[in-house]
């Protein structure tokens, strides 16, 4: 897959700076060296009269001796031969295209300076975004991977069993951040189960937002530093209206740089906005996966307990009834 795109992309870039050549267009005259007889017939050299008269029009036909038509030539009469323009001049298809292309004539680079100062900041915002993107991609996916919804249905079977030792054992070393969470509950249930929930469902949806403050903050910035860019912009065009020579091109140029910085400023917190919310509720999902697994767990193992309570209570008063007797 890395591959394919790779080649791909190395296409598309050669296509767009590669100049476009042209072939020669079909029954365009060659130029013969100076000084060399033109050719009447396919390998027959015709000689030039030096008295022979001029042909009458461009493009006429060639003039063989003094000859009637139909008939051939005299051996050793003298051949006169006359060249057309349209067959001396190459023809304009032959000529060879210019080359041009987006990264051929370095148009991002061009949009980049006419954008004004502003566009450094904005550059700069732009890779903090793409790179935090990614990073929550890749983390995103990992996750998704290391989910094991079947493992989470073993660790309830055995704490409904009231096996709380096998519950522990198989939570323990799990990637899941459900089962992470279970697991740290299962070992401090006797000081503070619901202490213990809670503290590991913090730590885990802490990693999940990791980054979404950047996120958020890149997709406020963006539009601003693009509306600064209009504002200077809009400044510097009014700045050259008292001078009559360099007005229209001065005003023409800071409008440019207005236009340039807003649709970058704008495209960026486009771009952020999306995977911001796409990861903000996939930590809200993550959240309430959570909570419900806290929340089952401590109602099981407070079912447990308070079975274990109604035995305990059960078996007192039958035993001091026997020692009694």
């Known amino acids: 897959m890395k591959t394919s795109l790779i080649v791909c992309l190395s296409s598309l870039a050669l296509a767009l700076t590669s100049p476009a050549q042209s072939p020669a267009a079909p029954g365009a005259a060659q130029t013969s060296p100076a000084g060399a007889p033109p050719a009447v017939g396919p390998g027959a050299p015709a000689a030039v009269s030096p008295g022979a008269p001029a042909a009458a029009s461009p493009g006429a036909p060639a003039q063989v001796g003094s000859a009637p038509p139909g008939e051939s030539p005299a051996p050793g009469a003298a051949v006169t031969a006359s060249l057309s323009p349209a067959a ?10 210019p080359s041009g292309g987006v990264l051929g004539s370095n148009w991002l680079i061009d949009k980049f300076h006419k954008g004004g100062p502003i566009m450094w900041p904005i550059l700069i915002v ?5 790179t935090v993107v990614i990073e929550r991609i890749f983390w995103w ?14 660790v309830f079977t055995a704490i409904e069993n009231g096996d709380t030792t096998e519950a522990s054992r198989l939570s323990r070393g799990s990637r899941d951040p459900v089962l992470r969470m279970m697991w740290n509950g299962l070992n401090h249930q006797h000081a503070s189960l619901q202490g213990a929930l809670q503290v590991a469902a913090g730590i885990e949806i802490k990693r999940a937002g990791r980054f979404l403050v950047v996120m958020d903050t890149l997709v406020t910035l963006a539009p601003l530093l693009g509306l600064l860019g209009t504002i200077t912009g809009l400044i510097r065009s009014f700045s050259f209206l008292g001078n009559e020579e360099l007005a229209v091109q001065a005003v023409t140029g800071g409008i440019a740089e207005a236009l340039i910085a807003t649709a970058c400023g704008l495209g960026i917190a486009i771009f952020a906005l999306i995977p911001f919310n796409f990861f903000t509720s996939r930590v809200s999902n993550l959240e309430f996966e959570l909570q419900t697994a806290a929340t089952n767990l401590e109602v099981m193992l407070g079912a447990q307990t308070s079975a274990r309570d109604l035995d305990f209570a059960a078996q007192a008063p039958a035993s001091g009834k026997g020692s009694s007797l």
């Open 141 to 154: 996916g990992g996750r998704w991977l290391r989910r094991d919804p079947k493992r989470i249905e073993k």
């Open 126 to 130: 732009s890779i903090i975004g793409l």
């Open 88 to 97: 001396a001049s190459p023809s304009p298809a032959a000529e060879a295209q």
